[in-house]
């Protein structure tokens, strides 16, 4: 046999039932966004590596370590799978002038690239959502787009506070951020032997990036750091507030975190994550805030906006931990014809049906013909089916087949082949969905 070749590591098939899974959160996702008015935007999975390089800045995890870079044979450019979606959402609104006739809000689902150590809730090809809404400086749009976090979790079952925690922040805005960054360097500086190799490395290129840390080692230099928040002006404050008033007043609880700075660079004033103790160190579910800069800092015409990612393999195993599943997605009728009955009637009856909106599956005959009664009716049966069709010789000679309940017990009856429209909604009417 002929060597058999394997998914990249980190990269993974997603087949059934799990794929019905994703269908499922895809789809309330979808509705989601429908509710809030965001629409949808797919951009290329293929970027300019210069596009993370200036968009999430040099010094991070992503553009240091992570990110899959390589050279377009054929030309020579140096080219990224996206390890993130929203540089690529802002080239394209820019490319677009997407904002030219004022704010938009928008939303994306696909899988992005990290070059990361595999392991549970981490993975190399992972999923995201995300939104974004640019062109909009209020506070009221950074607390709509985490009372629609917030709405996702309620539409999906989990409990706020409970199975799902929200931490917010302020990051304030740059000249801040620099009396801060003085005031933290010199923290570093005077603890300078407790700093591990990474965060001397970036002591000077990206101390706020040190408080991120997650070496235990480092916790208490960390925790004694001077607070940004300290350093906040009062526009800055004010923002923060009317984004904590919002919460306050919906019932959505949060912990303030002012250790809480995100992975990039492009983040300013409000940053938030929704963590879970139930999935070890892969804790982050979602995790967003305002980047006012980085449309300008793209080349776009100075733009503000804000917006979220989260990520779906987790959510999913969150989801699945806490025993939470999907609606069935089985089909409504398992169709069976036996041996003697003319496939076109078949054929032509589970297709009005299906016209009717009715999911039926068809078994498939073999190439010696229909299997025997008795197997046929053990695939109904493993199918999940509320009903099995079948076509038998006798009652499709008298222009008839016969409806058997498999599920909610009942008595089987015989239906016209001729009017199927009458009988079809009797087949969908007891769906769980
Ligand atoms: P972490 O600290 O866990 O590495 P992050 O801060 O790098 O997360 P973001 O860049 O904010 O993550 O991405 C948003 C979300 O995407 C995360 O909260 C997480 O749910 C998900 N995510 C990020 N990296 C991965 C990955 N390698 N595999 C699966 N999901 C991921
Ligand atoms: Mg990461």
Redesign the pocket.
């Known amino acids: 046999m002929a060597e058999q070749l394997k998914a990249i590591k980190g990269m993974n098939d997603i087949l059934p039932p799990e794929s019905g899974r994703w269908e499922w959160l895809e789809g309330v996702v979808r509705q989601l966004m429908r509710r809030h008015g965001y629409l949808n935007m797919r951009t290329p999975i293929v970027e300019p590596t210069a596009l993370f390089v200036r968009g999430l800045g040099e010094v991070t ?2 553009v240091e370590k992570e990110m899959y870079s390589f050279e377009d044979s054929l030309n020579g450019d140096r080219l990224t799978l996206r390890p ?1 979606g929203t540089a690529g959402a802002v080239r394209a609104i820019n490319e677009h002038s997407f904002l030219y006739e004022g704010g938009k809000r928008l939303y994306y689902i696909g899988p992005m690239f ?1 070059h ?1 150590r595999p392991q549970k ?4 090809q ?1 999923h ?1 959502v995300g939104a974004e809404v640019l062109g909009f400086a209020g506070p009221d749009v950074d607390a709509e787009l985490i009372l629609m976090t917030a709405a996702l979790w309620r539409d999906l079952g989990l409990t706020i506070g409970q199975d799902i925690s929200l931490q917010i922040n302020s990051l304030g805005q740059p000249d801040e951020r620099q009396a801060h960054r003085q005031a933290l360097i010199a923290h570093l500086e005077s603890h300078l032997d407790l700093l591990d190799d990474e965060a001397k490395r970036r002591l000077y290129s990206n101390p706020l990036r040190i408080l991120d840390t997650k070496n235990p080692a480092m916790q208490s230099v960390v925790e004694a750091a001077p607070k940004l928040i300290d350093f906040l002006g009062d526009a800055s404050l004010a923002h923060f507030n009317a984004v904590k008033d919002v919460l306050d007043a919906a019932g959505v609880a949060y912990q303030v975190n002012t250790r809480l700075v ?3 660079d492009y983040y300013n004033l409000t940053v938030f ?1 929704w963590v879970t103790d139930k999935l070890g160190a ?1 804790g ?4 967003g805030g305002r980047y006012d800069g980085l449309i300008e800092q793209l080349g776009g015409k100075p733009a503000p906006a804000v917006g979220w ?3 779906m ?2 959510l999913l195993l969150l989801l699945q931990e806490l025993g939470i599943e999907p609606p069935s997605n089985a089909p409504d009728a398992f169709a069976m014809a036996f041996a003697g009955v003319p496939l076109p009637v078949v054929l032509r009856t589970v297709d009005a049906l299906r016209a009717q909106g009715v999911s039926v599956v068809l078994n498939p005959a073999g190439k010696d013909g229909p299997a025997s009664p008795k197997s046929q009716f053990k695939k109904a049966d493993a199918s999940g089916a509320r009903f099995a069709l079948v076509f038998g010789p006798d009652e499709v000679a008298q222009g008839q087949v016969t409806v058997k309940p498999l599920r909610d017990g009942g008595e089987q009856v015989l239906r016209p082949l001729a009017d199927i429209a009458n009988w079809a909604p009797s087949l969908t009417a007891s769906r769980q969905s």
């Open positions: 995890d992503i993130e990290r990361e809730g981490r993975y190399r992972f995201q995100r992975g990039m994550e892969q982050t579910v979602c995790g990612g989260l990520g393999e987790r």
